[in-house]
T-cell receptor
């Protein structure tokens, strides 16, 4: 069973609208949680990284939250743009160099 | 910011041939690099950890003789898929961690652009 579960698997939103992606994890011990954006056929690009002591972190129109007690994170996209169409991957790092990847949420932004 | 360059971005090869994929850290030295494989609509799966100057560490189920990894310098790791078969067709991605300072486990992980391998 994957230790990082993301939902929804995919979603479609209209340009300009907001959306929120969810990530639940069971990875333990926990060092940090990362959100990446992966365009089709490309490698992942980092959006945010949060340690257990951080509750929220923003990167432009992307805002990530973390509740280390409930082991949940969310990524909020504000005022979506067509270029936001991509797969968003939640990645949890335990206390070593290995990363645990979620399966990703595919976001499609339509005009 | 730090950049990891992966080459080639795509390759088509015949069954039975070998293919080499390069992963370079362009502006930092990476003692450790990671190789992943990704199938459509699935997570990145770690194949192996590449250690500069020593043998790679392979994940369970990954054939080390099939996927040869060489990390001869602090800026270059290569993955060679030997005797490729159609089932080896996949998206291969490398990553490298920026050298640690005070919080080594929270350092940024930079990914290459990925290599789409198609074996025909």
């Amino acid at each position: 069973k994957n230790q990082v579960e993301q939902s929804p698997q995919s979603l479609i939103i209209l340009e300009g609208k907001n959306c929120t992606l969810q990530c639940n994890y069971t990875v333990s011990p926990f060092s940090n949680l990362r959100w990446y954006k992966q365009d089709t056929g490309r490698g992942p690009v980092s959006l945010t990284i949060m340690t257990f002591s951080e509750n929220t972190k923003s990167n432009g129109r992307y805002t990530a939250t973390l509740d280390a007690d409930t082991k949940q994170s969310s990524l909020h996209i504000t005022a979506s743009q067509l270029s936001d169409s991509a797969s968003y991957i939640c990645v949890v790092s335990p206390n070593d160099y290995k990363l645990s990847f979620g399966a990703g949420t595919t976001v499609t932004v339509r005009a | 910011g730090a950049v990891v360059s992966q080459h080639p971005s795509w390759v088509i090869c015949k069954s039975g041939t070998s293919v080499k994929i390069e992963c370079r850290s362009l502006d930092f030295q990476a003692t450790t690099m990671f190789w992943y494989r990704q199938f459509p609509k699935q997570s990145l799966m770690l194949m192996a950890t590449s250690n500069e100057g020593s043998k790679a560490t392979y994940e369970q189920g990954v054939e080390k003789d099939k996927f040869l990894i060489n990390h001869a310098s602090l800026t270059l790791s290569t993955l060679t898929v030997t005797s490729a078969h159609p089932e080896d067709s996949s998206f291969y991605i490398c990553s490298a961690r920026d050298p640690p300072d005070t919080h080594p486990l929270n350092t940024e992980a930079f990914f290459g652009q990925g290599t789409r391998l198609t074996v025909v």
